[in-house]
């Protein structure tokens, strides 16, 4: 080839070995992309892309789940509260309740104490009355024996006097009756 | 382009010795002698053993990269990726569809990768030549494109269906068939593959004589004359030859993009249907890729 100056032409008219060469190479490349590179590649690319469908469909199902989450929390948040109003409005009743009661039970055991009072004053009195009574008739009987003893002839005198006795006395009580009355 | 060739390889030759001249590339760089296995059908030569390293290189790095593809993708993965989404979007669903382009995604990104790293031999130091700069490697891709569009057509026609729509088509009276049914024939089995052969084949070849001339006479500028006076020159030069080398990466991406859009451009007319609606689509994509093709040429 370069004792004979190269013409044009020889670029057009391929060498035997050329042919062979190209033909083995491009079987060698159509081989690797078909058989190998390809397919591996689409793999690649084709779990992406399936990859990324998942992640989206996960995506929704999580928000879904999340949307039920909530209502069934606002459901129960709302029930919650209406309990506690509930319960709130029941403590509130009871209260009143338990107030009505301690207070008529307070005011019934005052009244009982108030009579009780009352009867203890009563009692008292009468025994008092009782007592002073006795005494007054002791010491008028004393002084009447005493006076008796002075006139013992005179029993129409004797008898006189302690009937105006007796009398002054219950005048005394009825108006001692009057004043505690009047005190009460 | 090749007369211009001729013409720079012709004064070359005749002022080789002298070194007057800087040292143009010739096409005698697209025709290396044979290194190793000479005389064999399995001889190999310079252009060869490009072609060889560069389909290893395709085969590790690629093969790394898928036997090592993660959900996740890394930086490398993720321009592998998207290489392979231009091809399935904007090169095979585009033109053939969606639905019947998808059997043809292999074969139409193998062209593309295969190609584009082939071409970019052209800018890769040391090689400094596409590996599709002879009209082998081009040739061997045509032919397994005119393979491709024959086989679509025979499975969805049949092999008298795809001939009858191919040359016979419908819609034109009968006596213009005796000038286009052969005019067709030439074009499905030759023009097609011989179009998509030197298309390639010429811009890789032209690319490495225009990156070639710019450096040799840079070199010629800097080194080889006694005087400085053309030094400015050199400066120049050296400019277009980078210029140069920008524009053949930008080309080798181009021409394996034109291969890869016209092959699925005849799968999908061989496949027919809904012909009409496909065709307008092929032309708009087709077309200024065609304008693109004839400015690099």
Aim: net charge negative; with cysteine; glycine share 4%.
């Amino acid at each position: 080839m370069l004792t004979q100056a190269a013409s044009g032409i020889d670029l057009f008219l391929p060498e035997t070995y050329d042919i062979v060469w190209s033909l083995v190479i491009l079987a060698i490349l159509i081989f690797f992309f078909a058989k190998f590179f390809m397919p591996k590649m689409n793999k690649v690319l084709d779990e992406r892309a399936q990859r990324i469908q998942g992640r989206m469909d996960q995506a929704e199902q999580v928000q879904k789940e999340a949307e039920e989450l909530k209502s069934e929390y606002e459901q129960r948040l709302a029930n919650a509260k209406s309990e506690a109003s509930h319960i709130r409005e029941d403590a509130r009743a009871e209260a009143s309740h338990i107030r009505e009661d301690a207070r008529s039970k307070a005011d019934s055991a005052a009244k009982q104490m108030a009579a009780n009072a009352q009867k203890a004053v009563e009692a008292q009195k009468l025994q008092a009355m009782n007592a002073l009574r006795d005494e007054l008739g002791q010491m008028a009987t004393d002084l009447a024996s005493k006076i008796v003893a002075q006139h013992l002839e005179n029993d129409q005198a004797q008898s006189d006097m302690i009937d105006s006795l007796l009398d002054s006395m219950e005048k005394d009580q009825d108006s001692a009756q009057t004043s505690t009355k009047n005190n009460q | 382009m090749v007369s211009f060739v001729g013409l720079t390889t012709a004064s070359g030759l005749m002022h080789l010795a002298s070194a007057k001249q800087p040292d143009y590339p010739t096409i005698e760089d697209f025709l290396p002698k044979p290194a190793l296995f000479a005389g064999t059908p399995f001889a190999i030569n310079r252009i060869i053993l490009i072609r060889i390293i560069l389909t290893v290189v395709i085969l590790v790095v690629l093969g790394l990269t898928a036997s090592h593809a993660k959900l996740i993708p890394s930086r490398w993965q993720s321009v592998v990726e998207y290489g392979l989404d231009f091809v399935r979007e904007s090169i095979v669903y585009d033109v053939i569809g969606k639905e019947k382009g998808k059997r043809y995604v292999s074969t139409i990104t193998t062209i593309f990768f295969s190609i584009f790293i082939f071409n970019l031999g052209a800018v890769i130091p040391f090689a400094n030549m596409a590996a599709t700069a002879t009209i082998c490697a081009p040739l061997v891709f045509a032919l397994w494109s005119v393979y491709n569009y024959w086989a679509a057509g025979i499975r969805a026609h049949g092999l008298g269906g795809f001939l009858r729509e191919e040359l016979f088509p419908a819609g034109i009276p009968w006596p213009i068939y005796i000038l286009l049914a052969p005019i067709n024939l030439i074009e499905i089995t030759l023009i097609r593959p011989f179009s998509l052969t030197v298309r390639l084949f010429a811009n890789m070849l032209s690319g490495h004589l225009l990156v070639g001339m710019c450096l040799a006479a840079t070199q010629f500028f800097f080194i080889e004359t006694n005087t400085k006076i053309f030094a400015p020159f050199g400066v120049l030069t050296l400019a277009g030859g980078m210029f140069m080398t920008c524009f053949e990466i930008f080309v080798a991406g181009l021409q394996a993009y034109i291969f890869s859009i016209l092959t699925a451009s005849y799968i999908s007319m061989s496949l027919g249907e809904e012909e009409e609606e496909e065709d307008k689509k092929v032309s708009q994509a087709a077309q200024p890729a065609a304008q693109l093709a004839a400015v690099s040429a």
